[in-house]
C-alpha cells in the first residue's frame, strides 16, 4: 500500500500569512497515462470534504487562486498565499494512482 | 445541482447489518464510478471502497478493512449506490460518506450518515 505522509500535523497562521503543508508518498503517483494522480481535499468544521485540487495543481471549479498544489513523484505541497478566516479545517492530500486509494493523516490550519 | 446524498445510518449491535444508500441527482449517474469513505469519531478520513461504471463492468475495489464484510453495488435506473455492511463491529463506528469518483478525484462528497455499532 502507498503511505501518505502529511507534514506539518497543525499549524497556526495570521490572517493574510501564507501557508504551506507538505504531502510525501512512499511510491511514485505517476500513472501510466502520464498524470500524476494526487489530489487535495478541505474539510471544514462540521462539513464534508471539498474537492480544492486534482492532478497535483489543478484548481477546481470556484477554488481561489490564494490555492496552489505542486509537486512531482512523491513529493507534494499545497500553499496558501494569503490565509483567511474561511480557510479553517483539516487538508488532505489523496492518492488515487493505485488501489487501495489511501490519504494523509490531515493538517489541521487554525488561525492566530 | 450536482448532488449526493446519503441516508441508511443508524444504531446497529455488532454482527449485525446495516444498508447505507446514496441517492445522487444532477449528473449522468451511470457514467461516474461511485465511492465510500468513513470517519471514525475524531479519527481521519478512511477510503472504504468504489464501485466502477457499467462501462467498466460495475466492477469493485475494497480497503483490505472491509473486503469480505462490505458490498458496494448501484441501481443506475435509480441513480443510487449502496453500501451493504455486514458483520459490523464497534471500529466500523463513523460518519459515512459518499461521493462521485470523476476520473481520479472526488466531487461532491454528501454530508454523511452516521453508523454507530454497540451492543
Known amino acids: 500500500d502507498i503511505v501518505m505522509t502529511q507534514t506539518p500535523v497543525s499549524l497556526s497562521v495570521t490572517p493574510g500569512q501564507p501557508a504551506s503543508i507538505s504531502c510525501k508518498s512512499t511510491q511514485s503517483l505517476l500513472h501510466s497515462d502520464g498524470k500524476t494522480h494526487l489530489s487535495w481535499y478541505l474539510q471544514r468544521p462540521g462539513q464534508p470534504p471539498q474537492l480544492l485540487i486534482y492532478e497535483v495543481s489543478n484548481r477546481f471549479s470556484g477554488v481561489p487562486d490564494s490555492f496552489s498544489g505542486s509537486g512531482s513523484g512523491t513529493d507534494f505541497t499545497l500553499k496558501i498565499s494569503r490565509v483567511e478566516a474561511g480557510d479553517v479545517g483539516v487538508y488532505y492530500c489523496m492518492q488515487t494512482v493505485q488501489v487501495p486509494l489511501t490519504l494523509g493523516q490531515g493538517t489541521r490550519l487554525e488561525i492566530k | 445541482e450536482v448532488q449526493v446524498v446519503e441516508s441508511g445510518g443508524g444504531l446497529v449491535q455488532p454482527g449485525r447489518s446495516l444498508r447505507l444508500s446514496c441517492t445522487t441527482s444532477g449528473f449522468t449517474f451511470g457514467g461516474y464510478a461511485m465511492s465510500w469513505f468513513r470517519q471514525a469519531p475524531g479519527k481521519g478520513l478512511e477510503w472504504v471502497g468504489f464501485?466502477?461504471?457499467?462501462?467498466?463492468?460495475?466492477?469493485?475495489e475494497y480497503a483490505a478493512s472491509v473486503k469480505g464484510r462490505f458490498t458496494i453495488s448501484r441501481d443506475d435506473s435509480q441513480t443510487i449506490a449502496y453500501l451493504q455492511m455486514n458483520s459490523l463491529k464497534t471500529e466500523d463506528t463513523a460518519v459515512y460518506y459518499c461521493?462521485?469518483?470523476?476520473?481520479?478525484?472526488?466531487?461532491?462528497w454528501g454530508q454523511g450518515t452516521l453508523v454507530t455499532v454497540s451492543s
Open positions: 464501485i466502477r461504471s457499467k462501462t467498466y463492468g460495475e466492477t469493485t
Open positions: 461521493a462521485r469518483y470523476d476520473t481520479y478525484w472526488f466531487d461532491p
